[in-house]
Nanobody, 124 residues
Framework: QVQLVESGGGLVQAGGSLRLSCAAS????????MGWFRQAPGKEREFVAG????????IYADSVKGRSTISKDNAKNTVYLQMNSLKPEDTAVYYC?????????????????WGQGTQVTVSS
């Protein structure tokens, strides 16, 4: 089992940047593929980015591709989501998730563990 805690959210102006962090504790962090999701008010939770268990490859939603980077630091047991050129439509609660597999998947149901979320608000 693994516990996930997100941080780094906040209020930022359009065009700005944020780096979200997801600290993992419990079972070895390197045992999981990782994902970031987000949920805006009145909308379903959607996939943002994913990282292979080995850290060797990534996948992104089209809405953030080219503006976001997912990465991890195994020594710190932390996954990051760097978001640049933020837009008001990026406003949402961002969640970190872990799945027991090699590859991330862009599917809510494919993950075993979730964090509590961190709010990102982008003002126009």
């Amino acid at each position: 089992q693994v516990q996930l805690v997100e941080s780094g959210g906040g209020l930022v102006q359009a065009g700005g940047s944020l780096r979200l962090s997801c600290a993992a504790s419990g079972r070895s962090f390197s045992s999981y593929a990782m994902g970031w999701f987000r949920q805006a008010p009145g909308k379903e939770r959607e996939f943002v980015a994913g990282l292979r268990r080995s850290g060797g490859s990534t996948i992104y939603a089209d809405s953030v591709k080219g503006r976001s980077t997912i990465s991890k630091d195994n020594a710190k047991n932390t996954v990051y989501l760097q978001m640049n050129s933020l837009k008001p439509e990026d406003t949402a609660v961002y969640y970190c998730a872990a799945r027991s597999g090699l590859r991330p998947v862009p599917d809510n149901g494919g993950y075993d563990y979730w964090g509590q979320g961190t709010q990102v608000t982008v003002s126009s």
